[in-house]
């Protein structure tokens, strides 16, 4: 394909079964290409899912980690793409190479966001970028979409969006009909998504974003607070997560120092998130997020190590599990001091009355979340 790209370069159909052939474009998702090349046939992406591969009810999984080798070649047959080109239209090419250890089949892949699957219908998972939609000639989902540390769009400079900007349901094009005119509108409200508002991107969350796509180009980072390799940077980037939402949470005076001295602002309301991990989070919340962590990434780490001994954080507090700590800090780690393990006190049988507004806070959290996949 002759269009810039930066994951896959796509490719033409050749040879194909289909009656219309439909060309995977730069960049573009597996679940936006069916959906695209459904709706070109005249028929929905169910029906089209059904004659590829019957009694396999696709859309009920998060087809875009990957296709199974026979899968794969059934579709490669009747599409006229290279496998290799298919499987690399898959997030499984990109968040592999982040990881040590293979990816699970049945778990939240880490930096991969989270469709939330019943039956047919979705919780979330898929963002998009109005501008890029309305520029293109066959509007499609990127593939880049998916990551969880992707917020903004680099070319816009706009923040992504992850419902319909109309009715806010999540963005859900496989339950599109034969009818509808793009791959692009909602299928709750069939409201083009390409009229959504623009909004402006986090700038240090744009900047983390661009990092992180640059590890994964290179296969290392240099950053003011240390340098690794790729498999070392998300590592990293978890634990300065796992610390802002800790110390949002319990807010230990310690901590709470160590932010202050800083001069890095501690998001609000992650407290009441902390149950849900990143991958599950809206845009607009991983937004907040990232802009921390990129402050705390940017911090020479000379500053941040004295900045650690006047704070007089232990170990404990500064690192959740301190066997796990990534190789960039496990020299200023070394230097803390050991806060140790306070004995339990017995634990006392619940007495009756109110509960603590942040644990009502939490269950409230869960609940709705319960809800919110219920009523779709």
């Not at 409200?189 to 508002?197: D, I, S």
């Not at 500064?318 to 020299?331: N, R, S, T, Y």
Request: net charge positive; aromatic share 8%; proline share 7%.
């Amino acid at each position: 394909m002759a269009a810039a790209y930066s994951w896959h370069p796509g490719s033409h159909a050749v040879g194909a079964q289909w009656p219309l052939p439909t060309p995977l474009l730069p960049d573009e998702i597996l679940s936006s290409w069916l959906v695209r090349a459904a709706l070109k046939q005249g028929c929905s992406p169910m029906t089209l899912a059904a004659t590829l591969w019957p009694g396999w009810r696709m859309w009920t999984i998060d087809t875009d980690r990957y296709l199974s080798p026979d899968r794969l070649k059934v579709l490669s047959r009747r599409s006229g793409i290279r496998e290799d080109v298919i499987r690399a239209a898959t997030l499984a090419p990109t968040i592999s190479k982040t990881q040590h250890r293979p990816l699970l089949k049945n778990t939240i892949w880490p930096w991969t966001l989270t469709i939330g699957a019943r039956n047919t219908k979705r919780r979330n998972g898929l963002q998009y970028c109005p501008l890029c939609l309305t520029e293109d000639a066959s509007p499609y989902f990127r593939i880049n979409w998916r990551f969880a540390w992707h917020t903004g769009c680099e070319r816009h400079q706009c923040a992504l969006l992850d419902r319909c900007w109309n009715c806010q349901s999540p963005v859900e094009p496989h339950r599109l009909t034969e009818l509808s005119s793009s791959a692009a509108v909602c299928s709750s409200c069939n409201k083009a998504l390409a009229e959504g508002p623009q909004n402006k991107g986090c700038p240090y969350a744009l900047a983390f974003q661009q990092a992180s796509d640059q590890a994964l180009t290179t296969g290392f980072f240099k950053q003011p607070i240390g340098e690794g390799t790729l498999v070392e940077w998300f590592p990293l980037a978890n634990f300065f997560v796992t610390l802002i939402r800790r110390t949002a949470c319990t807010q230990t005076e310690a901590q709470i120092s160590l932010f202050n001295l800083l001069n890095i602002e501690i998001p609000p309301g992650f407290p009441i998130a902390l149950g849900t991990n990143k991958e599950w989070l809206s845009v607009k919340h991983r937004q907040v997020l990232l802009n921390t962590v990129w402050q705390l990434m940017i911090t020479d780490r000379e500053d941040f190590r004295s900045k650690l001994l006047e704070s007089g954080i232990s170990k404990q507090g500064f690192a959740e599990q301190i066997d796990f700590v990534p190789p960039a800090l496990q020299g200023l780690l070394d230097l803390l001091p050991d806060g140790g393990h306070k004995q339990r006190k017995p634990r006392r049988s619940q007495r009756p009355g109110p509960r603590s507004r942040r644990e009502v806070e939490r269950m409230m959290a869960r609940l709705q979340k319960k809800l919110a996949m219920r009523q779709q």
